[in-house]
């Protein structure tokens, strides 16, 4: 554990059997601390916490993220065509109110040109083909949240898609698509 600097510890149900699982956790030295999670066999979610007062984090294996469903990312994919139309239309007075301007119009021309997306998962990782995103679900949740938070409200918004979602997101965040594309600052 030294070696590593290890801190978290995910046992497999499928290799071994509770009794060697919990043996191997009571024989481990208390610190420095880690946390211990079960992978049960034939199961997708991992169960643990990392203290006894906490729920811990949900872990699952093989999550459907309706996001990246064909249906849904046609449909995203048109509203991001449309939206994007119509904000260069409105551009000459939305441009006023917006954090950069140049980068608004270059971020519309980037939507319409499938370069990047109005809403998606700035916090979180996604799939490889993902586009980058100028907002997230996260921006339209006001006040500051934690990395954590971030990624739980994004987890959630690729979970549970509909394109209503990122009209939404569009109206509270108006003012805020001149802001660079892609992961926040902070997580560069």
């Not at 509770?18 to 043996?23: F, L, R």
């Not at 301007?101 to 996604?126: D, E, I, K, M, Y």
């Amino acid at each position: 554990m030294r070696l590593y600097a290890l801190d978290e510890l995910i046992f497999c149900g499928r290799d071994l059997p509770a009794s060697q699982i919990i043996g191997l956790m009571l024989a481990l030295p208390a610190t420095p601390p880690v946390a211990y999670k079960i992978l049960p066999e034939a199961s997708a979610y991992i169960i643990g916490s990392s203290r006894k007062d906490a729920p811990g984090n949900y872990y699952a294996l093989h999550s459907a993220l309706n996001l990246h469903q064909p249906g849904p990312a046609r449909a995203k994919r048109l509203l991001d065509v449309s939206s994007a139309a119509a904000l260069l239309l409105l551009g000459p007075l939305l441009v006023w109110f917006q954090i950069d301007r140049q980068a608004f119009v270059h971020n519309a021309v980037a939507v319409l040109r499938g370069r990047a997306t109005w809403v998606g998962l700035r916090h979180t990782p996604g799939p490889a083909q993902a586009r980058p995103a100028v907002l997230s679900p996260a921006d339209a949740a006001g006040g500051p949240l934690g990395a954590d938070a971030k990624r739980h409200l994004e987890l959630l918004y690729a979970k549970n898609y509909a394109p209503g979602q990122d009209v939404g997101i569009l109206w509270r965040c108006w003012r805020r698509l001149g802001q660079a594309v892609g992961p926040s600052a902070a997580e560069k």
